[in-house]
């Protein structure tokens, strides 16, 4: 069964860093596109990064490109988000999840199959 976990959330000052981490259990990264989303309360769900499985491709939402970095270990079945020089409105739940491999680097809500339960990032001072 296809299962995605997320960890590294937390409380963090403007100018700080964390590194959120996506366990991937039953299936093979290799075959997947893997994309972190997040959620501002009252605002819809936006994808911030994805990183293709076969090709390490990756992609990034404009306002965190220079900030964020998408990183995965296949062997570890891990993929990471590496965000630096937070900012208060990167606060949200950050989910990552999972679709086939397809031609492109998805970032929409919809074009994602499975998901994570989220774990939550807040930037305040």
């Known amino acids: 069964q296809l299962q995605l976990v997320e960890s590294g959330g937390g409380l963090v000052q403007p100018g700080g860093s964390l590194r959120l981490a996506c366990f991937a259990s039953g299936f093979t990264l290799n075959y997947y596109t893997i994309g972190w989303f997040r959620q501002a309360p009252g605002k819809e769900r936006e994808g911030v990064s994805a990183?293709?499985?076969?090709?390490?491709?990756?992609k990034y939402l404009e306002s965190v490109r220079g900030r964020f970095t998408i990183t995965k270990d296949n062997t570890r079945k891990m993929v990471y988000l590496q965000m630096n020089s937070l900012k208060p409105e990167d606060t949200g739940v950050y989910y990552c999840a999972a679709v086939w491999v397809t031609a492109g680097l998805p970032m929409k809500v919809y074009e994602y199959d499975y998901w994570g339960q989220g774990t939550q990032v807040t930037v305040s001072s």
């Open positions: 990183i293709m499985g076969n090709s390490g491709s990756t």
